[in-house]
T-cell receptor, first 112, second 116 residues
Framework: GEDVEQSLFLSVREGDSSVINCTYTDSSSTYLYWYKQEPGAGLQLLTYIFSNMDMKQDQRLTVLLNKKDKHLSLRIADTQTGDSAIYFCAERQRGSARQLTFGSGTQLTVLP | SAVISQKPSRDICQRGTSLTIQCQVDSQVTMMFWYRQQPGQSLTLIATANQGSEATYESGFVIDKFPISRPNLTFSTLTVSNMSPEDSSIYLC?????????????FGSGTRLTVV
């Protein structure tokens, strides 16, 4: 079965880089996603990466994928107070299933 | 990507009653899903809403408790029946335009349900 794990909390100083980590167990995952959830809000898709890619960069966001270790990370450069939120990684598997399996979420707190 | 309007955004309900949550998508989508997010937890898939047929439920979720409708390609409802305080959660709908596409997993803004 599939299992996606994340550390629960991360605190960084404003202006520093944040790195949020995620591990997954299903090697048949095709796409991996990062979502942001602000207090009282729904989920906002930040970025995604194909399983055959190693890295994807989008402005302040960098996604790294180590397929051998089944490890995914999200780096946020120049972290701002507005980045404080819960970040979820999610995987989508190969085959007919289309739903996503989510990690537990990492609460990112940006300190002034 | 599609835009989903979900309502109500929040509600406080008495135990034993039922609440129906609606999701309207601004374009025809191939698949719609309903998730539950219990306090401080991640998202758990309740079911896949199938257009014109019965929803496909995940383990631990049953139609009598969470009846789902999807009369067309742009609309779905989830009912939380005979509510108890344990049903207090955020409920989110999700839709994808094209199953083969990587992106376009769009989420509604969620319904925050409190059962008293």
């Amino acid at each position: 079965g599939e299992d996606v794990e994340q550390s629960l909390f991360l605190s960084v100083r404003e202006g520093d880089s944040s790195v949020i980590n995620c591990t997954y167990t299903d090697s048949s995952s095709t796409y991996l996603y990062w979502y942001k959830q602000e207090p009282g809000a729904g989920l906002q898709l930040l970025t995604y990466i194909f399983s055959n890619m190693d890295m994807k960069q989008d402005q302040r966001l960098t996604v790294l994928l180590n397929k051998k270790d089944k490890h995914l990370s999200l780096r946020i450069a120049d972290t701002q107070t507005g980045d404080s939120a819960i970040y979820f990684c999610a995987e989508r598997q190969r085959g007919s299933a289309r739903q996503l399996t989510f990690g537990s979420g990492t609460q990112l707190t940006v300190l002034p | 990507s599609a835009v989903i309007s979900q309502k109500p955004s929040r509600d406080i309900c008495q135990r034993g009653t039922s609440l129906t949550i609606q999701c309207q998508v601004d374009s025809q989508v191939t698949m719609m899903f309903w998730y539950r997010q219990q306090p401080g937890q991640s998202l758990t898939l309740i079911a896949t809403a199938n257009q014109g047929s019965e929803a496909t439920y995940e383990s631990g979720f049953v139609i009598d408790k969470f009846p789902i409708s999807r009369p067309n390609l742009t609309f779905s409802t989830l009912t939380v029946s005979n509510m108890s305080p344990e049903d207090s959660s955020i409920y989110l709908c999700s839709a994808i335009l094209e199953p083969s596409a990587a992106s376009d997993y769009t989420f509604g803004s969620g319904t925050r349900l409190t059962v008293v």
